[in-house]
């Protein structure tokens, strides 16, 4: 069928498996939607017929595809191994030096080819045969993994306060929480959830989008997570300018305050509001030194264009609002003679955003250095968002590089019949193979600069992503594939030049074959206890000595409910208090206490519940010696664990309904915890013993009650 071979060619694909043994057909309206994303008329046979006629034309005429990959310790590609004898190929490696050269056939790569991404010439000697360039991405076929076993706590940033905070969580809180968790309980890392840069409120309108998950930018870090008082300028206020950033920090206080004490929300907005004014105070009133300006000049330097455009689309932000879909059009396009003059005559914002962009990361690269300084073998996980919000930075300045009127989501499948719709615009396969994958390189790097691993939430999104056509439901979408060898590629070259571990979040639907492959370049799968069982035989929980090697085990996630909370049943009636059950509550209560009493029953058969069943800090601290019992090279301990939270950072199918992305760390009692509290926390030193071989019997000094 022409429509199918058409779609093929370009990674599109006409069906899919939601479960073995079962395919179901996309439809052609999806498909025709994607392929009119990715630039190709399919809305009638006669322009299918012509679409295809010049794919295959376009194909012949091209020796290589835009993007080739040579592992290092591979033999030399199909692309390049196919070349008719005779050709000339030459390599000019990345960042300059003497040009490779050699001629086809060859059976391995020259040992001169350095890692990296180059630019690769053919000329055949054939006055008939095509020539052409291509990027040529050099890279080691694994990513490093921990040279020993570690654990490590996994926290929301926002939702870890300390008495020195401005009302949520900050780097400065981050960079404490790593020395002294390393220093105290011997972990070797902290993953926090993905510090992007959000979508600002609207000015005079509604409130950004709090989840992590939906940022304005993945390149570059968000201000707000700034401790406005470790820049090293503040020390310098005097006068009025000192006044007023004091009484911005009493008024952080007191939203501090409202937080741990009088059950407010986190609000990101308002935090925001009163940092961003006391920067502008800081940095309009203290001017850099010789050695600081030197350091920021670099910086601008080695980001380039990248930050400028980021730094212009948070300035045009501020004027015209948060989505750029509804600016003026001659601001719509980020290399516009119009967006020139905008920027030059916001100059002074820019420079501001440039700065906020600096200074943020300074302070990421404190927090990895105290991490490590500490003794911790990783530091920090940072975690990879899977897209952007379509109104944002990244989507403004890639405009190129995104599908447009398209949406990422996930297919209908067991636990969600009408699919998922993420409101993320997905990267077009094509333009990234043309640019060498220049935008997703530039991500990874701007990650990995602090940070000792990276987690990439929907890994499986490095081999295919579903994409649903606009104003269309998540049920009328289809995969688009990418080429997952050359994601791979740079995912590795860029976790070599960091010296970084890569995890990747790999629960749910999985398509066969890709944790086979995630593994085989060394890329570290997830692993939760409760869904840890044999699903192909009994059913039953898996063994420990059964578990895979190569992953982070937990108990839990920031989208599942708290271990506490699934051992006492309380999600199954949160769930039902939001109308989220599709069946009776009796029912889900019955088999979510099943769940737990069969578990439950394994570990106190394995000697891990020496007190019985009935206790629930004993149940929790049993759950993480079983986490330890399995192979797992890094066990995740979810923070808010330790200290019994109940409620789950984020309620999937939720909006309003739940406060996701806004509540602080709390105790079993729901009241709210800092990061002062946890560190003398009775319960959150005796479940660390568990790491420690149980040799901790007794809180530190000082501990209190948590």
């Not at 719709?421 to 396969?429: A, E, I, N, T």
């Amino acid at each position: 069928m022409p429509l199918s071979r058409l779609a093929a060619s370009y990674g599109v694909a006409t069906s899919y498996s939601p479960s073995p043994g079962r395919t179901v057909p996309a439809t052609d309206t999806a498909v025709i939607a994607a392929l009119a994303a990715l630039g190709v008329d399919a809305s009638t046979p006669q322009a299918v017929r012509a679409a295809l006629t010049a794919r295959e034309a376009e194909r012949a005429a091209r020796p290589l595809p835009p993007t080739v990959v040579v592992w290092t310790d591979g033999p030399l590609p199909p692309p390049l191994a196919a070349l008719p004898p005779g050709t000339r190929v030459r390599v000019e490696p990345e960042g300059g030096g003497r040009a490779v050269e050699w001629e086809a056939p060859r059976d391995a790569p020259p040992e001169a080819l350095p890692l990296g991404v180059h630019r690769l010439h053919v000329q055949s000697r054939d006055p008939g045969t095509a020539t052409g360039t291509a990027h040529l991405i050099v890279a080691p076929r694994r990513v490093k993994t921990p040279g020993r076993r570690t654990h490590g706590l996994l926290v929301q940033l926002y939702s870890l306060l300390s008495r020195r905070s401005w009302g949520m969580g900050d780097l400065g809180d981050l960079a404490e929480l790593s020395g002294w968790s390393c220093r105290t309980l011997g972990t070797g890392f902290v993953q926090v959830n993905p510090l992007h840069a959000a979508v600002p409120s609207a000015p005079d309108g509604p409130g950004g989008d709090p989840s992590p998950y939906r940022p304005s930018s993945r390149r570059f870090p968000d201000p707000v997570h700034l401790r406005v008082e470790a820049v090293p300028e503040y020390a310098y206020l005097t006068g009025d300018a000192r006044e007023r950033v004091d009484e911005l920090s009493r008024r952080a206080g007191l939203l501090r305050d409202s937080v741990l004490r009088q059950d407010a929300l986190i609000d990101r907005d308002a935090v925001w509001a009163l940092k961003r004014e006391a920067l502008e105070v800081l940095l309009h009133e203290v001017p850099l030194g010789p050695g600081r300006r030197a350091a920021y000049n670099a910086f601008l330097a080695e980001q380039g264009t990248a930050l400028e455009d980021h730094a212009t689309w948070n300035a045009l932000a501020e004027t015209h609002g948060p989505d750029w879909h509804s600016w003026p059009a001659a601001l719509r396009d980020p290399a516009s003679p119009g967006t020139a003059r905008a920027r030059r005559e916001a100059m002074d914002r820019v420079d501001f955003h440039c700065r906020l962009a600096w200074l943020t990361d300074t302070q990421l690269a404190t927090a990895q250095r105290t991490a490590r300084e500490a003794g911790m073998d990783i530091g920090l996980v940072h975690d990879l968002a899977v897209g952007v919000h379509p109104g944002g930075a990244d989507a403004w300045a890639q405009q190129r590089h995104f599908a447009p009127h398209m949406s990422v989501g996930a297919p209908p499948d067991a636990f969600n019949a009408r699919g998922q719709d993420w409101g993320l615009p997905p990267w077009r396969p094509d333009r990234l193979a043309e640019s060498g994958y220049a935008p997703y390189r530039a991500l990874l790097r701007g990650l990995l600069r602090n940070a000792g691993a990276l987690r990439i939430d929907h890994v499986m999104g490095l081999f295919r992503l579903w994409w649903i056509p606009e104003g269309r439901e998540p049920t009328e979408g289809t995969y688009v594939h990418y080429d997952a060898e050359a994601m791979l590629a740079v995912l590795a070259l860029e976790a070599h030049r960091a010296d970084a571990l890569v995890i990747g979040e790999d629960l749910g639907t999985v398509e066969p074959g890709v944790r086979e492959t995630l593994r085989e370049h060394g890329v570290l799968g997830t692993s939760v206890l409760w869904f840890e069982r044999d699903w192909e035989d009994t059913g039953r929980p898996l063994p420990a000595d059964a578990w895979r090697a190569d992953c982070v085990a937990t108990a839990t996630t920031h989208d599942l409910p708290p271990t506490a909370a699934r051992l006492t049943g309380e999600h199954v009636r949160l769930r039902h208090d939001l109308g989220l059950l599709t069946r009776p509550l009796a029912q889900e209560r019955a088999e979510a206490a099943a769940d737990v009493h069969e578990w439950l029953g394994v570990l106190s058969r394995l000697g891990m519940l020496p007190g019985g069943i009935g206790c629930e800090e004993d149940e929790i601290r049993a759950v993480h010696r079983f986490l330890l019992a399995t192979p797992a090279r890094m066990i995740g301990i979810w923070l808010p664990d330790a200290v019994g939270d109940r409620r789950p950072q984020n309620l999937p199918g939720t909006w309003d309904q739940y406060p996701n992305w806004r509540l602080p760390v709390a105790d079993a009692a729901g009241r709210p915890v800092t990061l002062e509290d946890l560190a003398a926390s009775p319960r959150l030193h005796a479940l660390m013993a568990v790491f420690r071989g149980e040799t901790a019997r007794t809180a530190p000094p000082g501990a209190h009650p948590v």
